[in-house]
């Protein structure tokens, strides 16, 4: 999908439904002094992760001059959309649908930068199933969602192997709709991050053929949009501020962040707590070693047939926030 030409604000919204877009007004509040408005600021998060992560950190929420609005996705793909479709001001996703985002055209920039170490982001298959290599692959089918971390690690994983990408079937589903196509047998392997590898490892029998410990950089990152950052930089770089403490917080004290996380998405406490502990990432510097990673991940989608020839990663970067 070319982001930039076939999403407009419009549109998104009307398929919002449909993108499993939730949205609420809890958490990081307000100061108001009742005789104006708080600003706003719509953030864009991935089944509940980033806004646990806030909650679970006391922060000096009351002295908050600005409203955070929070919109609930099942992945990224749709975070991205929203922000080109300028409903969100700010957007957690992964390296790989950053990436991809930016192959489309979206508009959309990274305003900070967290690294992991891979380990939730997996090939899973079943437990008892015949899959027992990354070789096994050929001649099956792997279900994950385009253009996401997922797919990143089945073109990587591919090519570890030494196998070329049309040996093997990539059949683009939603998380869900993957796990019971796996479950079912009607795919051979599904690839996916945490918190859905977690629940698949602990509650569904399924185990990891491989991760992406060492074979992906393991980024994640705050997005934001031009416009976003020229009507509201101080409330984006303030969010990001905080949202750096809560990081820096939740690294010494994962039980916190885990309680609230299962508390506020359902998750059972086992899983919450495996995929607090894998996807903490550090605040890392936009410097050029990042740049760098993230341009080795357009250049293996372009690499892949999949779109980004040529394209440089450099402006998508707010170095400077």
Not at 218 to 238: E, F, I, K, Q
């Amino acid at each position: 999908m070319a982001f930039g030409e076939q999403w407009s604000r419009r549109g998104f919204l009307r398929a919002g439904a449909g993108l499993g877009m939730v949205v609420a007004t809890p958490a990081l509040l307000v100061g108001c002094d009742g005789k104006k408005a708080p600003a706003v600021l719509k953030v864009g998060d991935q089944r509940g992760g980033l806004q646990a992560l806030l909650s679970a950190y006391p922060d000096d929420k009351p002295g908050l001059s600005y409203q955070v609005e929070w919109a609930q996705f099942p992945n990224a793909a749709p975070v991205i959309e929203a922000l080109n479709a300028q409903a969100v001001d700010v957007g957690a996703v992964g390296d790989a649908p950053f990436g991809f985002g930016l192959v489309g055209k979206a508009q959309i920039k990274a305003v900070a930068a967290y690294r992991s170490s891979g380990q939730g982001t997996a090939i899973l298959v079943k437990g008892d199933g015949p899959v027992r290599a990354l070789a096994d692959l050929a001649g099956r089918t792997v279900a994950t969602s385009k253009g996401s971390i997922g797919h990143f690690l089945v073109l990587r994983a591919l090519a570890e192997a030494g196998l070329t990408a049309d040996k093997v079937t990539v059949a683009f589903l939603a998380p869900n709709d993957a796990k019971a196509a796996l479950v079912a047998g009607s795919v051979d392997a599904w690839a996916t991050w945490d918190p859905y590898t977690a629940l698949a490892e602990l509650h569904d029998g399924l185990r990891v053929l491989v991760n992406a410990e060492g074979r992906m950089p393991g980024l994640s990152y705050l997005l934001s949009t031009p416009a976003a950052l020229s009507a509201r930089r101080d409330l984006v770089r303030d969010f990001v501020g905080r949202v750096n403490r809560a990081r820096a917080f939740t690294q010494t004290q994962p039980e916190a962040y885990a309680t609230v996380f299962a508390q506020q998405t359902g998750l059972p406490p086992d899983a919450a707590a495996l995929t607090v502990r894998r996807i903490s990432g550090r605040p890392v510097p936009l410097d050029d070693g990042i740049i760098a990673d993230q341009q080795s991940v357009v250049d293996q989608f372009a690499k892949a047939g999949l779109g980004g020839d040529g394209l440089d990663v450099h402006p998508a970067f707010e170095r400077t926030l």
